[in-house]
């Protein structure tokens, strides 16, 4: 989906959101990124060799809720770094 179509549908607050937290979350893969890069050993390709695979985000009414997926093993450090991030995005 297009930014313009999400903007209209979601609103300028909301995307503006999204996209930093999103780049948080890339950086934090980037930081982590052989962590990621071991995995491909025991995956087939990109399996769970993005952090993309790790998480969801849902909403209720006008909050947003962050969670991991049932079958992540992300170390607890990434977690927590996911988390904040989260946190900082959207407890603003």
Known sequence: MS??????????????RDDQFRKLLKQIEEKHIEWFNK????????????????????????????KFMDNSDLPDAIKK????AFEKVYSA
């Open 81 to 84: 770094e996911c988390i904040d």
């Open 39 to 66: 995995r491909k050993e025991n995956y087939p390709k990109d399996r769970f060799n993005e952090l993309n695979y790790h998480w969801m985000m849902y909403n209720e009414g006008n909050r947003s809720f962050f």
């Open 3 to 16: 930014d313009d179509w999400k903007r209209k549908i979601f609103g300028s607050e909301y995307v503006d």
